[in-house]
């Protein structure tokens, strides 16, 4: 917890001329919650509500056959002791919601986020999803100081296999022993998950039987879990050229090893469902890159089909914990998520680079589905850490990179804590999209963003300093 923060203090921020973070002391104290002011500032639109709702609950309260007279706070201005026909006060307020007061829309009781600062938490936080392909000390000091900057405790570098996609670096068992070593000098700001390499599943034969040793070695050396990428089952073939499945028999050796070993699987299985359709007039992400780029694709699956493999797997080994990536594919449907924990007690998930798919739900559904499944879903950023020595030794395209990476972290636990209107996290759709912050509760804050992460990594809670 951090010292010296009273519950009711809003939120610090800091300019993006980043000063120096504050010291990360031991009995630091989480806020509770984003609080609103209670007395709204005269003649905003928070005031109006204020006024409204005052009306309406002293109207309400009236004695039958007769008007009740509405007293105004003195510090209103308006005219005391008149009585508002209730048909001119829902006229004003279908006015607000409909935009017809200038400046206000259907958002109007939530505050735009202060463009250009920095929103800090003072919770602990452990981002379980991050990727770094150059395993060197000033990439993860450059990502220790964004950190800084938003209050992020540790981070947890996942290397992957990127064949099949337009990516570069990524893993390699030199890169496993590399941020290992890394590991040992931070013990507490890091944690590393190796990967496998699939494509030699059609080169050796020994494959199936090999990743089952080869896992077992990297736990001894430190490894704390494995990251699985999404080209298992749109990409890697075995020896036959056959297409190699997410739920394949001849890798459930792997998966139990796994379950014996305590090592959690963080899992990307397909991609957003809208991927696989066409892009037209309903598409979210309207001429936004490639978006259908599965669609009529020759050699990738249905995403059903990847869907289905991968709860599959879930099933077949319950005593193995899953965490699927970027809320398990699944925010095209909340319910179906829902059920899929409620079925899979060892399924966990991580909301990393997801949260524009959440433009479709109101934000109350949002909280309550997180408030519900408390338990089981971890803070995830899918963040990159600088990939060269040319980033960080231009100043100007260093300043880039740390103000980007900032921005998403801020963006991120905003959109959390308060009820702000947030761009998204990772700037897309930043030229019109926003979405209404969730403002968790305090003890779901704690489990979301660290005390989940703690019980699947098996980390000491006392490692940290804090209560």
Not at 18 to 35: D, E, K, L, T, W
Not at 167 to 183: D, I, K, P, V, Y
């Amino acid at each position: 917890m951090r010292a010296g923060n009273s519950k009711n203090a809003p939120p610090r921020r800091f300019a993006l001329g980043f000063p120096a973070a504050p010291s990360r002391v031991a009995g630091r104290n989480s806020i509770a919650s984003f609080q609103l002011n209670a007395t709204p500032k005269r003649n905003s639109i928070n005031w109006f509500l204020y006024t409204m709702s005052k009306i309406r609950r002293q109207s309400c309260r009236g004695v039958a056959g007769r008007r009740p007279q509405v007293h105004l706070p003195e510090a209103s201005g308006l005219r005391r002791a008149t009585p508002l026909p209730r048909r001119i006060i829902c006229a004003l307020g279908i006015a607000l919601l409909a935009g017809i007061i200038p400046g206000h829309g259907l958002v109007a009781g939530a505050a735009p986020a202060d463009k250009g600062k920095v929103y800090q938490s003072r919770y602990r936080i452990i981002d379980v999803h991050s990727h770094g392909a150059w395993p060197a000390l000033p990439a993860l000091q450059a990502h220790f100081e964004v950190m800084d900057a938003t209050g992020v405790d540790a981070l947890t570098l996942l290397l992957f296999d990127p064949a099949g996609f337009p990516f570069t670096g990524g893993w390699s068992e030199s890169n496993l022993r590399a941020w290992l070593q890394l590991r040992r000098q931070f013990p507490e700001r890091l944690n590393v998950f190796g990967t496998v390499d699939f494509g030699r599943a059609a080169k050796e034969p020994a494959f199936f039987q090999d990743i089952v040793t080869e896992l077992a070695a990297a736990a001894k050396m430190g490894m704390q879990g494995i990251k699985i990428w999404k080209n298992l089952g749109m990409h890697h073939r075995d020896s036959s050229g056959t297409l190699l499945k997410i739920d394949d028999s001849r890798l459930d050796p792997f998966w139990t090893k796994c379950g014996e070993l305590g090592l959690p699987v963080l899992i990307h299985t397909a991609d957003p469902r809208e991927y696989w359709y066409p892009n037209t007039y309903n598409t979210f992400q309207y001429k936004i890159g490639n978006t259908g780029k599965y669609y009529n694709h020759p050699d990738v699956p249905a995403w059903e089909d990847l869907i289905q493999q991968r709860n599959h797997l879930l099933q077949k080994h319950p005593q193995t914990t899953f965490i699927g990536a970027h809320f398990g594919s699944l925010t095209s449907d909340l319910d179906a998520l829902g059920d899929l924990l409620d079925r899979c007690s060892n399924f966990f998930v991580e909301c990393g680079a997801r949260l524009r798919f959440l433009y479709r739900y109101h934000p109350q559904a949002v909280r309550d589905f997180l408030i519900k499944y408390q338990d089981r879903i971890l803070f995830g950023s899918d963040l990159f850490l600088a990939g060269d020595e040319k980033t960080l030794a231009n100043e100007g395209s260093r300043k880039l990179w740390r103000e980007r990476q900032t921005r998403s972290y801020s963006d991120y636990l905003e959109y959390f804590e308060t009820d702000h209107l947030v761009t998204v996290p990772g700037g897309y759709q930043a030229q019109w999209l926003r979405l209404k912050g969730i403002s968790l509760p305090a003890a779901v804050l704690e489990k979301f963003y660290h005390q989940n992460a703690e019980r699947l990594f098996k980390l000491d809670a006392a490692w940290h300093g804090k209560n």
